[in-house]
């Protein structure tokens, strides 16, 4: 039914390992962000330093870029290092490690905007009298904020996840067999062009509606007895 010439079976391979990709990166993304969140909150100026550098340069960068500098970059830079230093070795990073860090590092930094805003929509006098009744920092943290963070950044991580597994057809171009790079291959072995890329375009679709469909349901968990204005 799905056969496309004897290639179907590979778009469906690709799908799989881009939903893994997808993820895999938005785990990091997610801690990654709360981290940075943390930073760009925090009062000492190393750690609102150091958060405010991870976005600039990462949201300032293209992401193919980024890309192709960890997968081809990084491993050269440590050989040409270790070269002199007299030593000879041979650095070779798997494509799925290499794109999941890769993707997960680049929204990681657009979730650390969004565990930021949340954090400061939680209402600062639920804070105060959860520490004027003697909680600690992190009670309070666990029990009054971070539920309250998760209800407003839902919106948001869900933007970044929909945005996120659409990023991952870039890493096709470090040979990772995720969708877009097996519709390349069928395409080329076929020459069907719009045949592979409209299924794999139907294929992106298919996770963003799911997506969405998950995010409601999410959303709506999340504000349960939340009283509507």
Do not use: C
Not at 1 to 10: N, S
Not at 44 to 50: F, L, T
Not at 51 to 75: C, D, F, H, Q, S
Not at 111 to 116: C, G, H, K, P, S
């Amino acid at each position: 039914m799905f056969d496309l010439r004897g290639y179907g079976w590979m778009l469906w391979q690709g799908l799989e390992l881009t939903i893994l990709v997808g993820l895999g990166a938005m785990a990091l993304a997610l801690v990654l962000g709360l981290l940075g969140a943390w930073g760009k909150l925090a009062q000492g100026r190393a750690g609102r330093w150091a958060a405010g550098t991870y976005t600039t340069v990462i949201r300032g960068v293209p992401e193919l870029l980024l890309i192709l500098l960890v997968y081809y970059g990084v491993p050269t830079l440590i050989q040409d290092i270790a070269e002199g230093a007299g030593h000879d070795i041979i650095i070779d990073i798997n494509p799925f490690v290499a794109g999941v860090i890769t993707i997960g590092f680049i929204y990681g930094a657009f979730a650390t905007e969004v565990f930021r805003g949340a954090f400061l929509a939680v209402p600062r006098g639920q804070i105060e009298a959860a520490r004027a009744i003697g909680m600690s920092r992190a009670l309070t943290f666990r029990r009054i904020v971070l539920p309250q963070m998760w209800r407003f950044a839902l919106p948001g991580l869900g933007n970044v996840w929909m945005v996120l597994i659409k990023a991952t057809a870039l890493i096709s171009v470090i040979q990772l067999p995720e969708l877009m790079r097996n519709a390349q291959i069928a395409m080329g072995a076929t020459k069907l062009p719009f045949t592979f890329f409209f299924v794999a375009s139907l294929f992106y679709l298919g996770i963003t509606v799911v997506s969405m469909v998950v995010q409601r349901r999410a959303e709506v968990w999340a504000n349960r007895g939340v009283r509507r204005a």
